[in-house]
């Protein structure tokens, strides 16, 4: 028996996988095909204090080994969420952090203030890198203050756990899960999709209404590995991978570099079954290296000695 | 299983019969799917392993495929070739294995006699009505299908509607069979030839501009209507929120919808057509 427990901050997961947000709607989308309660958490989609529309379809295209989407974060406001979907969430025994998103800086903390009075929310992700909407959120998550600035403003208004998630739409992502570790954020989750375009060359229009999406999908693992890993340097706080998650070898690669859970998004439109095979995979991987306990890997990535890590070849000066 | 539950079948492809070079119907084995599926339902087929494309299709359940006991086998998919996820399942070959999620999605609302259906298909539109001919002529409701096709050889399948007494109304646009022109122009024949107190039910799939020109006629004669939409889908659960849709506000404005879950079958008079018509 392997021990998949996931210790992250003040929470602990019964296993490492969760719900990215954005893709598994609120959670009860799925209770007819799967027991919400193995997952090691569901992030719910971003909330506002009021309902979205979103952006005109096509909201998404495919790209090679990935997919541009522009959504712009349709959804039903935290007072709906917290009377319509919270409750049945409980009961299917789900254990639900909840994304949080803000235009103002007055909004995320007002977001996580509603939250904070209903039972049932186990943590809360700061949307600080959607790239799709105007004003706010990716505002907030490519300044350094603004990051710092949320993050502690939320800090001050709630004691659930608070987990900002990164963009990669900056030059250097380590100093962001700096500047949100200084703030008192208790883990950090990245990476966010990145800021994209694709075209179609017979029209010569944009393939997505919204002109730019996020890229998702296997395409972006890489860079998530590698921003994953340096931000494991740069911070003490527990750090949720994800970026192109596929299958048990891909949970595996982040949490060698670094990542105490991960987060499955694009794969799982593809295959919303996912968890289940790939909680039967990292069991046989441990069985077969003979760890017992999976959280023993994280950050075991095997750098030679001799050969430091390179460095960066940007860094902000 | 119990009703409503979705899975997640590792189909074997048991026949692919190309109908032209553009059309073709592969059948898939998948029980659990067969048995609960209800009329206008779709699945989300992997068309092939791997990440190119990346994302399943969505496709209506054209046929529920029967053992000679009547026990549900399979599903059967009618495709057009359009672009990769067609072209992959236009060229499935027998033993091939397909993943298939389903049944999703809202199915057609089932009228009852004295009332009549008239099922308006257009092309591939067609794919959605012959589970609606099962269920519908099994409680002994009156059936037309109204079929319209670019040209003759494209109106597939016309004779396994017929054969289960459903009367055919047939128009091509190079007016090689039925009549000369849209589908549209038999239809408001109809309409306007039908007595205003005999129960009239209309069911439409096809383009966007068809079903939109459908749904116009079918509220100007009074008569109720729905439609089976199709737009591009990222996961058929409900979980991405890409296949949207505007629907009609008491405010007199639109919001957006998800056609996976709340569709893809919509009462026509309450989508908003211009602006389905201008993203669809």
């Not at chain 1, 989407?69 to 009961?91: M, S, T, W």
């Not at chain 1, 203050?145 to 208004?157: C, E, F, L, N």
Request: net charge negative; proline share 7%; hydrophobic share 45%.
């Amino acid at each position: 028996m392997v021990d998949f427990t996931t210790p992250l901050g003040p929470l602990t997961l019964a296993n490492p996988l969760m719900a990215a947000s954005g893709c598994f709607g609120y959670g009860v989308e799925y209770k007819d095909a799967l027991d919400l309660s193995q997952l090691g958490a569901v992030v719910v989609k971003g909330l506002f204090m009021t309902e979205r529309e979103g952006h005109a379809p096509p909201r998404i295209v495919e790209t090679p080994g990935g997919m541009l989407n522009a959504i712009g974060l349709q959804g039903i406001g935290v007072h709906r969420f917290v009377k319509e979907r919270l409750p049945e969430l409980r009961a299917l025994g789900a254990t639900t952090i909840v994304n949080v998103c803000g235009v103002t800086l007055d909004e995320y903390v007002e977001v996580c203030k509603v939250l904070s009075d209903h039972e049932g929310v186990a943590g809360i992700e700061l949307n600080i890198s959607c790239p799709n909407i105007k004003e706010g959120g990716i505002q907030f998550g490519c300044s350094l203050p603004g990051t710092h600035d949320v993050v502690s403003a939320v800090r001050k208004a709630t004691n659930l756990p608070i987990m900002p998630k990164l963009t990669p739409n900056v030059t250097d992502v380590a100093s962001f899960a700096r500047a949100a570790e200084e703030a008192g954020a208790d883990a950090i989750s990245l990476v966010n999709t990145f800021l994209a375009m694709a075209i179609d060359v017979e029209t010569r229009k944009p393939k997505l209404t919204n002109v730019m999406g996020g890229l998702s999908g296997p395409a972006i693992r890489p860079i998530a590995v590698r921003m994953t890993y340096e931000c494991r340097q740069a911070v003490k706080i527990p750090i949720v991978g994800m970026g192109g998650i596929a299958n048990a070898a891909d949970v595996l690669e982040f949490m060698l570099a670094g990542a105490n859970a991960v987060q499955i998004g694009t794969a799982n439109f593809a295959d919303p079954f996912i968890w289940s095979t790939v909680m039967a995979d990292l069991e046989a991987y441990c069985t077969r290296h003979g760890i017992t306990r999976l959280a023993d890997l994280v950050g075991g990535v095997d750098i030679p000695k001799k050969k430091a890590a390179p460095a960066p070849a940007c860094r902000p000066s | 299983m119990l009703p409503g539950m979705i899975v997640d079948v590792q189909a074997d492809v048991l026949g692919n019969r190309a109908l032209s070079a553009e059309y073709n119907v592969v059948t898939l084995a998948a029980p659990a799917i067969a048995a609960a599926a209800r009329p206008g339902q779709f699945v989300m087929v992997k068309t092939k392993p791997g990440l190119e494309p990346l994302l399943r299709r969505p496709f209506s359940i054209f046929e529920i495929v029967r053992g000679a006991d009547g026990t549900p086998l399979g599903i059967s998919i009618l495709n057009k070739r359009i672009g990769i996820g067609t072209g992959q399942l236009f060229d499935a070959r027998e033993g091939d294995r397909l993943g298939v999620l389903g049944p999703l999605g809202q199915p057609w609302p089932l009228v009852e006699a004295p009332t009549r259906a008239w099922m308006v298909a257009g092309g591939v539109g067609l794919a959605p009505f012959a589970t609606l001919t099962e269920a519908l002529s099994a409680q002994g409701v009156p059936l037309t299908l109204f079929y319209g096709a670019r040209r003759g050889e494209d109106l597939y399948y016309a004779e396994w509607f017929a054969e289960r007494g459903v009367d055919l109304v047939l128009a091509t646009e190079d007016g090689s069979r039925g009549t000369h022109g849209r589908i549209t122009l038999p239809l408001e024949a109809a309409l306007r030839d039908t007595a205003a107190e005999a129960p009239v039910a209309i069911y439409c799939c096809g383009p966007t501009p068809m079903m939109q020109a459908v749904a116009e006629r079918a509220a100007a004669a009074g008569r109720e209507a729905w439609v089976s939409l199709e737009q591009v889908m990222g996961c058929g659960m409900g979980g991405c929120y890409s296949c949207v849709v505007p629907v009609k506000t008491a405010d007199g404005g639109s919001h957006f919808v998800r056609s996976c879950t709340n569709g893809p079958v919509f009462a026509a008079s309450t989508l908003q057509w211009e602006g389905l018509a201008h993203h669809g």
